[in-house]
């Protein structure tokens, strides 16, 4: 069992910068794929990013390619977001997740969720 917590969302005026954590608990942390979702109010949650190890390749919507970047700290159970250049069409509840692998992460197969953190930006 894992459980996800999610931190860091915030109000910020476009073009700024976040950075979301998610701690995870349980010692196995380091055998699963994280990847982050988001949701805007009335849409779908969607894939935004994913990364199996924290020296493996990373996965990306194109909507945040160059923008975001995913890394991991296995030392810590923790997956991070780093977001810059932030548009107002970025707001939505953003989720942290871990599953099986890249794949099936970005195909929405994925064994936990976070609750979840708002991120709001205001143009």
């Known amino acids: 069992q894992v459980q996800l917590v999610e931190s860091g969302g915030a109000l910020v005026q476009a073009g700024g910068s976040l950075r979301l954590s998610c701690a995870a608990s349980?010692?196995?942390?380091?055998?699963?794929?994280m990847g982050w979702f988001r949701q805007a109010p009335g849409k779908e949650r969607r894939f935004v990013a994913a990364?199996?190890?924290?020296?493996?390749?990373?996965n990306y919507a194109d909507s945040v390619k160059g923008r975001f970047t995913i890394s991991r700290d296995n030392a810590k159970n923790t997956v991070y977001l780093q977001m810059n250049s932030l548009k107002p069409e970025d707001t939505a509840v953003y989720y942290c997740?871990?599953?099986?692998?890249?794949?099936?992460?970005?195909?929405?197969?994925?064994?936990?969720w976070g609750q979840g953190t708002q991120v709001t930006v205001s143009s």
């Open positions: 997740a871990a599953g099986r692998s890249v794949s099936s992460i970005r195909i929405g197969s994925v064994d936990y």
């Open positions: 990364m199996w190890s924290s020296l493996g390749s990373t």
């Open positions: 349980g010692r196995t942390f380091s055998t699963y794929a």
